[in-house]
């Protein structure tokens, strides 16, 4: 092969590179181009496939009323807007502490509890025995949440008779699955 040949090989290559290198560039220009209101179409629809599963699950349309105790105000704002993604007909009342959560449980009913396990001014586990002994909370499913007392957690939500529990940091879409689970649940049991 003589040093022209391949002189000649190697400019081919590197066109056969080039070209290569703008195909890719081409391909990502058209994926980004994507418009954020076709990106918003597709979030929306994936959300109302969610919400339409979550319904079905639940059944009915009737509000699903959630007491949602945590003293984080981030993590209790995340929950809200994935219960709420989740949920079509979901009430949220949230409570920063277990006097908070009492005086809000006494003028409401609720489907469910989702309680943290550590509060400024007692525990989880106390709250929940406050929510037994009201007669409109005495069946009330809770779940519990903690990441200060992860190995506690099981035997804690046992004994308060928690339907689940959820280890801190945990994914949004676990609290909505475990939430969908346990009114599922208490859907069945009430019809039989």
Not at 35 to 47: K, Y
Not at 147 to 164: D, H, Q
Request: glycine content about 4%; charged content about 25%.
């Amino acid at each position: 092969m003589s040093e022209n040949d391949a002189t000649n090989g190697l400019v081919s290559a590197e066109a056969k590179f080039d070209e290569a290198v703008q195909s890719v560039q081409a391909s990502a220009a058209r994926i980004s181009a994507k418009s954020e209101a076709e990106f918003r179409r597709d979030l929306e629809q994936w959300a109302a496939r969610r919400r339409m599963s979550a319904q079905a699950a639940i059944g009915g349309a009737k509000p699903i009323r959630v007491l949602l105790v945590d003293d984080d105000e981030q993590l209790l704002a995340a929950c809200e807007r994935d219960l709420l993604l989740t949920l079509p007909s979901c009430v949220v009342m949230k409570a920063a502490s277990v006097d908070e959560a009492n005086k809000i449980a006494r003028r409401n009913e609720f489907d469910i509890a989702i309680i943290d396990l550590n509060l400024p001014d007692g525990t989880g586990m106390e709250l929940a025995t406050i929510l037994r002994a009201l007669d409109q909370h005495a069946m009330l499913p809770i779940l519990m949440i903690s990441g200060t007392t992860p190995e506690e957690l099981p035997e804690v939500s046992t004994l308060v008779g928690a339907v689940g529990y959820l280890v801190k940091p945990f994914h949004l879409g676990d609290l909505a699955r475990k939430t969908i689970d346990a009114l599922s649940s208490r859907r069945a049991d009430k019809e039989h």
